[in-house]
């Protein structure tokens, strides 16, 4: 693999571009300019076109630039992971609340971030859930009369 | 006039007249009832929700407690979203506007139109006059329309969306007078009334609560209003068709709407409680101080209104070129 | 009136005992509401509207706008601590409090953030007491291209907000311009970006990717260490939780910076808190002696935005009180009570209700007191927060993103949407991309967006519309912004020419 493919600025120029191409030819079907003035697509076709250009030097930078050896920033695979792994908890909490509100999904999530990621014992993990759910319903609900989310179920 | 729709409405007022708490059909309320409004708060329908819980609660017309909640976005798409996934709720209702009607001739996205909605009442129609700076050249609105025709595209009017009731007055009058004149959209009232009280364009279409302190300091001068009739507030300024332009402006109304499968005896319980609430003193003020024109309708006729204005509305938009998807 | 004999007047009426328990009320649920994210003056304002028809007028405007200048004063709590925006007028405060709370600094950046609201807010009093009229003249002289000019100013400060690379927070901006551009356009109805979602009709909230960006994101990125340090450190001792002499006088001209400034895009009605926080923190950073400091813990990187959002109250007010014109959401939510009250809101409203215009701005003047006098010691209990162990945290974190955008928003389709501007967020910062410019863009964009073709669409597609007295000047200030750190990198590489060759 060439250096430049394992770079960030690679990639992310690489992405950017794409979404740049994709908000300018949005920009082009709803028309630049109409009869009262400049149309939907007058600011977007500007700041899209920016955008390919930019990302193109981006990607143009990290392909020219000396392949750095040791002292380039390796990605830790290894973290990545585990911040996927928090992010994924957090969507399948949020993805509960339909059906078992905010309460218990919160209170899972605690849980999950307590005993799995910080792999703290169950005797601090599930005092702190099911504390942290109560605290969260007693400011909002009962002190503030706000609404959490509700689910089907609480 | 009075037609099959209307009566058990009328046989429920006239009962609950004689029996005050033992004739609302079926159906009362017993927690909480939420209000849906498409603006944010501060916005015109989220105030008139919030004025409504109050004259509720102090007429005594509900047993619970009413809150608004703010469904803002996409011109009434969100709030009538939100009201069609209440199916059968019977402690919701819904505030509309015109602009509820105008966005989903325009907006693809928005699945559920006022067709979709249960029709409970029509509460009030929204006057507007036309203004502008009272240092300005012109004293009529021939005047202006004249200076228009003469310079097409120089002089400039503030207004709200390109969907908005300014606009459609704006091209309905172009239309039967062949001036031309450029339309500024802002998004916040303030500014619209900023950018004329600054000199920035030369008139607006603006409400006659707001435009009434604005003429008594002696910064506007009203040429014209957007009413079948003079309004009480200006007795001295012409209507559209009085000042020499029969065009029909679509008149901005404000209505009650219910979710889709609420069940009848629901549906008629709000509309009896909105009859009601039309006939309190605190009501008569509420529009009094806010030179609202009272235009009362009941539900069978509130979706005659919503077809006419929704036809009416869609024809205008392909006279002035402006793309409509249903 | 003699300015005098009607503040005379207005401490009368602000003194009386039940226009000061409204005062203590307003200030105290201001400071509540926001520490909360997501719940702001305007919704607060409008539940307790009904609420408001059984007092007297005077004492429920007093109210009202205690809680309106309040929760500027609590916004700055979360920023602080949890890298959670409380109100959108603190989202810069993120940036510089956040990272002075990592080094055990959180109680001199809160502590900061009460003195500069204070002397700031009091200052946007002053000045609507003494030249609200004349410059009510100003709020009139802005329209649509000044406006743009001033957004162009705006996001070139996308210079100062840069990190290594100006490339990168180039492209950070200008996704923040597309993101503003979802939703339903003002002038043509079309929809843009809104992938066929009902629920993108109306745009994403900016908070929402703020609170994503920031503090999801955060969060994430936190997770990845798999021991990672406890706690954060915090100070002992009352004395070392606030701000010191020299913090104070390192800020002095923060104090100015934000109170002016503040107060000035106050007057706009098109402009707003979160826009005049931005601008004085760019201003902040542009005349700093040491902008290096910017970003990793400043302390008038917390001093100018937090006093600019107090002073932006004083200076919302003249519109709204001497010209009837609201220019934000909550400003037009007052300007809706003052009419269901019965009140005409107006030019000739200060006129026709002296008693009104100067109990409020008396109050005002108490209201500000009461704050720093109630926030001052709060520094010491918020602080505390941070002993939490860290995996804690994280979990407190994340609650108070999901209830704060749930509360501003109640839909699960937004909690989403906070979910991937999380992950977004924290592949920012894997790939050192900056996020200030991203939430800059986004603040900007829309506004610079409508002002632009809204100009055009006055001068009939002119340009020279742009180059009006007023915009002229900002955008010669915005072109100096951005040639000022090319000169000085010219210079610097001249230098080392010119060594190299000797």
Same mark, same amino acid.
């Given at each position: 693999?060439?250096?430049?493919? @394992?770079?960030?600025?690679?990639?992310?120029?690489?992405?950017?571009?794409?979404?740049?191409?994709? #908000?300018?030819?949005? $920009?082009?079907?709803?028309?630049?300019?109409?009869?009262?003035?400049?149309?939907?697509?007058?600011?977007?076709?500007?700041?899209?076109?920016?955008?390919?250009?930019?990302?193109?030097?981006?990607?143009?930078?990290?392909?020219?630039?000396?392949?750095?050896?040791?002292?380039?920033?390796?990605?830790?695979?290894?973290?990545?992971?585990?911040?996927? $792994?928090?992010?994924?908890?957090?969507?399948?909490? #949020?993805?509960?609340?339909?059906?078992?509100?905010?309460?218990?999904?919160?209170?899972?999530?605690?849980?999950? #971030?307590?005993?799995?990621? $910080?792999?703290?014992?169950? @005797?601090?993990?599930?005092?702190?859930?099911?504390?942290?759910?109560?605290?969260?319903? $007693?400011?909002?609900?009962?002190?503030?009369?706000?609404?959490?989310?509700?689910?089907?179920?609480? | 006039?009075?037609?099959a729709?209307?009566?058990?409405?009328?046989?429920?007022?006239?009962?609950?007249?004689?029996? =005050?708490l033992?004739?609302?059909?079926?159906?009362?309320?017993?927690?909480?009832?939420?209000?849906?409004?498409?603006?944010?708060?501060?916005?015109?329908?989220?105030?008139?929700?919030?004025?409504?819980?109050?004259?509720?609660?102090?007429?005594?017309?509900? =047993?619970?407690?009413?809150v608004?909640?703010?469904?803002?976005?996409?011109?009434?798409?969100?709030?009538?979203?939100?009201i069609?996934?209440?199916?059968d709720?019977?402690h919701?209702?819904?505030?509309?506007?015109?602009?509820?009607?105008?966005?989903?001739?325009?907006?693809?996205?928005?699945?559920?139109?006022?067709?979709d909605?249960?029709p409970?009442?029509?509460?009030?129609?929204?006057?507007?006059?036309?203004?502008?700076?009272?240092?300005?050249?012109?004293?009529?609105?021939k005047?202006?329309?004249d200076?228009?025709?003469?310079?097409?595209?120089?002089?400039?009017?503030?207004?709200?969306?390109?969907?908005?009731?300014?606009?459609?007055?704006?091209?309905?009058?172009q239309?039967?007078?062949?001036?031309?004149?450029?339309?500024?959209?802002?998004?916040?009232?303030?500014?619209?009334?900023?950018?004329?009280?600054?000199?920035?364009?030369?008139?607006?279409?603006?409400?006659?609560?707001?435009?009434?302190?604005?003429v008594?300091?002696?910064?506007?001068?009203?040429?014209?209003?957007?009413?079948?009739?003079?309004?009480?507030?200006?007795?001295?300024? =012409?209507?559209?068709?009085?000042?020499?332009?029969?065009?029909?402006?679509t008149?901005?109304?404000?209505?009650?709407?219910?979710?889709?499968?609420? =069940?009848?005896?629901?549906?008629?319980?709000?509309?009896?409680?909105?009859t009601?609430?039309?006939?309190?003193?605190?009501?008569?003020?509420?529009?009094?101080?806010?030179?609202?024109?009272?235009?009362?309708?009941?539900?069978?006729?509130?979706?005659?209104?919503?077809?006419?204005?929704?036809?009416?509305?869609?024809?205008q938009?392909?006279?002035?070129?402006?793309?409509?998807?249903? | 009136?003699?300015?005098?004999?009607?503040?005379?007047?207005?401490?009368?009426?602000?003194?009386s005992?039940?226009?000061?328990?409204?005062? *203590?009320?307003?200030?105290?649920?201001?400071?509540?509401?926001?520490?909360?994210?997501?719940?702001?003056?305007?919704?607060?304002?409008?539940?307790?509207?009904?609420?408001?028809?059984?007092?007297?007028?005077?004492?429920?405007?007093?109210?009202?706008?205690?809680?309106?200048?309040?929760?500027?004063?609590?916004?700055s709590?979360?920023?602080?601590?949890?890298?959670?925006?409380?109100?959108?007028?603190?989202?810069?405060?993120?940036i510089?409090?956040?990272?002075?709370?990592?080094?055990?600094?959180?109680?001199?950046?809160?502590?900061?953030?009460?003195?500069?609201?204070?002397?700031?807010?009091?200052?946007?009093?002053?000045?609507?007491?003494?030249?609200?009229?004349?410059?009510?003249?100003?709020?009139?002289?802005? %329209?649509?291209?000044?406006?743009?000019?001033?957004?162009?100013?705006?996001?070139?400060?996308? *210079?100062?907000?840069?990190?290594?690379? +100006?490339?990168?927070?180039?492209?950070?901006? +200008?996704?923040?311009?597309?993101?503003?551009?979802?939703?339903?356009?003002?002038?043509?109805?079309?929809?843009?970006?809104?992938?066929?979602?009902v629920?993108?009709?109306?745009?994403?909230?900016?908070?929402?990717?703020?609170?994503?960006?920031?503090?999801?994101?955060?969060?994430?990125?936190?997770?990845?260490?798999?021991?990672?340090?406890?706690?954060?450190?915090?100070?002992?001792?009352?004395?070392?939780?606030?701000?010191?002499?020299?913090?104070?006088?390192?800020?002095?001209?923060?104090?100015?910076?934000?109170?002016? *400034?503040?107060?000035?895009?106050?007057?706009?009605?098109?402009?707003?808190?979160?826009?005049?926080?931005?601008?004085?923190?760019?201003?902040?950073?542009?005349?700093?002696?040491?902008?290096?400091?910017?970003?990793?813990?400043?302390?008038?990187?917390?001093?100018?935005?937090?006093? %600019?959002?107090?002073?932006?109250?004083?200076?919302?007010?003249?519109?709204?009180?001497?010209?009837?014109?609201?220019?934000?959401?909550?400003?037009?939510?007052?300007?809706?009570?003052?009419i269901?009250?019965?009140?005409?809101?107006?030019?000739?409203?200060?006129?026709?209700?002296?008693?009104?215009?100067?109990?409020?701005?008396?109050?005002?003047?108490?209201?500000?007191?009461?704050?720093?006098?109630?926030?001052?010691?709060?520094?010491?209990?918020?602080?505390?927060?941070?002993?939490?162990?860290?995996?804690?945290?994280?979990?407190?974190?994340?609650?108070?993103?999901?209830?704060?955008?749930?509360?501003?928003?109640?839909?699960?389709?937004?909690?989403?949407?906070?979910?991937?501007?999380?992950?977004?967020?924290?592949?920012?910062?894997?790939?050192?991309f900056?996020?200030?410019?991203?939430?800059?863009g986004?603040?900007?964009?829309?506004?610079?967006?409508?002002?632009l073709?809204?100009?055009?669409?006055?001068?009939?597609?002119?340009?020279?519309i742009?180059?009006?007295?007023?915009?002229?000047?900002?955008l010669? +200030?915005?072109?100096?912004?951005?040639?000022?750190?090319?000169?000085?990198?010219?210079?610097?590489?001249?230098?080392?020419?010119?060594?190299?060759?000797?």
């Amino acid at each position: 693999m060439k250096g430049y493919a @394992r770079s960030g600025d690679f990639w992310s120029g690489m992405v950017l571009a794409a979404l740049g191409a994709y #908000i300018v030819s949005e $920009a082009w079907r709803w028309g630049y300019m109409t009869e009262e003035g400049p149309g939907p697509g007058f600011f977007p076709l500007w700041y899209g076109s920016l955008m390919v250009l930019l990302s193109l030097a981006l990607v143009a930078s990290a392909v020219l630039k000396r392949p750095a050896g040791t002292a380039r920033l390796v990605v830790r695979w290894n973290d990545v992971g585990r911040a996927l $792994a928090c992010w994924a908890a957090f969507v399948a909490s #949020i993805a509960l609340m339909p059906l078992a509100g905010f309460m218990v999904s919160f209170a899972l999530l605690t849980w999950f #971030i307590v005993a799995v990621m $910080a792999r703290r014992a169950q @005797r601090v993990a599930l005092p702190l859930a099911v504390g942290g759910a109560l605290f969260f319903y $007693a400011l909002f609900e009962l002190g503030l009369d706000l609404q959490l989310p509700h689910g089907m179920l609480f | 006039m009075f037609h099959a729709r209307m009566i058990p409405a009328a046989f429920l007022s006239v009962a609950s007249m004689l029996a =005050p708490l033992a004739a609302h059909a079926d159906f009362k309320p017993t927690h909480t009832v939420e209000v849906i409004v498409h603006t944010g708060p501060g916005g015109g329908n989220d105030v008139l929700g919030r004025a409504i819980a109050h004259m509720m609660e102090k007429e005594k017309l509900l =047993p619970v407690r009413m809150v608004v909640v703010n469904k803002p976005g996409g011109n009434g798409a969100v709030a009538a979203a939100a009201i069609a996934e209440k199916k059968d709720d019977p402690h919701t209702i819904g505030l509309i506007t015109s602009v509820w009607i105008a966005g989903p001739l325009t907006t693809s996205e928005a699945r559920i139109t006022l067709h979709d909605l249960k029709p409970i009442a029509q509460l009030v129609r929204e006057p507007a006059v036309f203004a502008v700076r009272a240092d300005s050249p012109f004293k009529s609105l021939k005047e202006f329309i004249d200076a228009a025709k003469a310079k097409p595209g120089t002089l400039r009017q503030s207004g709200g969306s390109v969907t908005s009731r300014d606009n459609i007055v704006r091209l309905s009058m172009q239309h039967a007078t062949g001036a031309k004149w450029a339309f500024v959209s802002f998004p916040g009232g303030g500014e619209r009334l900023a950018a004329l009280l600054g000199g920035h364009v030369d008139i607006m279409v603006i409400e006659p609560q707001e435009a009434g302190e604005q003429v008594r300091a002696g910064k506007l001068r009203v040429l014209a209003q957007l009413t079948e009739t003079r309004l009480a507030g200006y007795p001295d300024v =012409p209507t559209l068709r009085e000042a020499g332009y029969d065009v029909t402006t679509t008149p901005q109304i404000r209505a009650v709407v219910a979710p889709p499968q609420m =069940p009848a005896d629901a549906a008629a319980y709000w509309e009896e409680r909105f009859t009601k609430l039309h006939e309190t003193a605190s009501w008569k003020k509420y529009v009094a101080d806010n030179q609202l024109e009272d235009a009362f309708l009941h539900a069978g006729d509130l979706r005659k209104s919503i077809v006419e204005t929704e036809n009416r509305l869609r024809e205008q938009y392909q006279l002035a070129g402006i793309k409509t998807v249903r | 009136m003699d300015i005098f004999a009607g503040l005379l007047q207005g401490f009368q009426v602000a003194l009386s005992a039940n226009n000061l328990l409204m005062c *203590v009320i307003g200030v105290v649920l201001g400071t509540v509401i926001g520490v909360l994210p997501g719940l702001g003056p305007p919704a607060t304002i409008a539940m307790l509207l009904p609420l408001t028809f059984k007092l007297e007028p005077t004492g429920a405007m007093i109210m009202l706008a205690g809680i309106y200048y309040g929760a500027k004063y609590g916004g700055s709590t979360t920023s602080i601590l949890l890298n959670v925006p409380g109100e959108s007028s603190s989202v810069v405060t993120c940036i510089d409090g956040y990272q002075m709370a990592r080094k055990g600094r959180a109680g001199a950046a809160l502590g900061m953030a009460a003195i500069s609201s204070f002397i700031a807010g009091t200052f946007g009093v002053v000045a609507l007491m003494l030249v609200a009229p004349p410059l009510a003249r100003l709020s009139l002289a802005f %329209s649509a291209p000044e406006y743009f000019a001033l957004m162009v100013l705006g996001l070139t400060m996308v *210079v100062l907000l840069a990190g290594e690379s +100006l490339l990168k927070a180039l492209l950070a901006m +200008l996704v923040g311009l597309w993101i503003a551009s979802m939703g339903t356009d003002l002038f043509t109805a079309t929809s843009r970006f809104t992938f066929g979602r009902v629920e993108l009709l109306g745009g994403i909230d900016f908070i929402i990717v703020a609170i994503g960006v920031f503090a999801v994101g955060e969060v994430l990125a936190n997770m990845e260490p798999t021991d990672p340090p406890e706690m954060l450190p915090v100070p002992k001792g009352w004395r070392n939780l606030l701000p010191t002499w020299d913090d104070m006088k390192r800020c002095r001209f923060a104090f100015v910076n934000g109170s002016v *400034v503040g107060f000035l895009i106050g007057l706009l009605p098109g402009a707003g808190s979160t826009i005049a926080s931005f601008m004085s923190y760019g201003i902040e950073k542009a005349v700093s002696r040491h902008p290096e400091e910017f970003g990793h813990g400043a302390i008038e990187g917390v001093a100018a935005p937090e006093g %600019s959002n107090n002073a932006e109250t004083g200076g919302a007010l003249v519109p709204l009180l001497t010209l009837g014109i609201p220019g934000s959401g909550t400003t037009a939510i007052l300007l809706a009570a003052l009419i269901l009250w019965g009140f005409k809101p107006g030019p000739l409203f200060i006129q026709d209700q002296p008693q009104l215009f100067w109990g409020l701005v008396a109050s005002m003047y108490i209201g500000n007191v009461l704050l720093l006098i109630l926030n001052l010691p709060l520094v010491a209990v918020f602080a505390q927060l941070l002993k939490m162990p860290s995996y804690a945290m994280n979990s407190l974190i994340l609650g108070v993103s999901i209830v704060g955008v749930y509360t501003a928003a109640s839909s699960l389709f937004q909690l989403g949407l906070l979910a991937v501007f999380g992950l977004f967020g924290y592949a920012m910062r894997k790939l050192d991309f900056p996020t200030a410019p991203l939430v800059l863009g986004l603040v900007l964009g829309d506004l610079m967006e409508k002002a632009l073709r809204q100009s055009l669409m006055m001068s009939g597609g002119d340009p020279s519309i742009l180059l009006r007295p007023i915009p002229s000047v900002l955008l010669g +200030l915005a072109l100096l912004l951005l040639v000022g750190p090319l000169f000085k990198k010219f210079n610097a590489f001249r230098v080392k020419v010119i060594d190299s060759e000797a």
